[in-house]
C-alpha cells in the first residue's frame, strides 16, 4: 500500500509539473507512517524534534499538497477544524466517535452502516460518492 501512494504522490508531482523537495519529501514520508488522525500543529511540533529549521509554511504547503491528489482526507469535527488522515488508512468506510470534553477520536468500522449504505443506494437510486459518520459524547475517560 505505501508503494501505490508513493506512485500516487509521484505522479501528482509530475503531472502538476512540480518537483520533489528534500523537505516536502520528508514529510511526506513521515506522513505516511503516522496512525489516526493529526492537526498541522500536531504534525508541526513532531517534526521539529527531527529538523528545528523546518517552516509551518512548508508543512502546510505540503499538507494541501496531499489533500489535493487525494492521498490525505481532510475533516472537520464539530467546529474544530483541520485534522487529516491517510485517504486509504481503511479498506472500508468508517465512523468517528468524538468526545466533546476532551476531543479525542476513536474511529470505528462496522458493518451495518456499510449494508445500511447499499439499502439507501437501491431505495433511492443513489450514487454515494462520500459519507461522514460522526457521533458526539463523552469518552469512558471523561
Do not use: W
Not at 498541522?40 to 512548508?58: E, F, N, S
Amino acid at each position: 500500500m505505501v508503494a501505490q501512494i508513493k506512485k500516487q504522490y509521484l505522479n501528482y508531482l509530475k503531472t502538476n509539473n512540480l518537483k520533489s523537495s528534500k523537505r516536502r519529501d520528508f514529510i511526506f514520508d513521515f506522513i505516511l507512517q503516522k496512525k489516526g488522525h493529526f492537526t498541522i500543529d500536531d504534525l508541526y511540533q513532531k517534526l521539529l524534534v527531527i529538523d528545528p529549521d523546518i517552516g509551518i509554511a512548508t508543512i502546510y504547503r505540503t499538507i494541501r499538497l496531499l489533500v489535493d491528489c487525494g492521498i490525505l482526507t481532510e475533516h472537520t469535527f464539530g467546529e474544530k477544524k483541520g485534522y487529516f488522515e491517510l485517504a486509504n488508512s481503511h479498506l472500508s468506510h468508517h465512523g468517528h466517535l468524538i468526545c466533546i470534553k476532551c476531543g479525542k477520536i476513536i474511529e470505528f468500522d462496522n458493518e451495518l452502516i456499510e449494508n445500511y449504505q447499499e439499502v439507501l443506494k437501491k431505495k433511492y437510486n443513489f450514487k454515494i460518492q462520500s459519507y461522514k459518520f460522526e457521533v458526539y459524547g463523552i469518552c469512558r475517560e471523561c
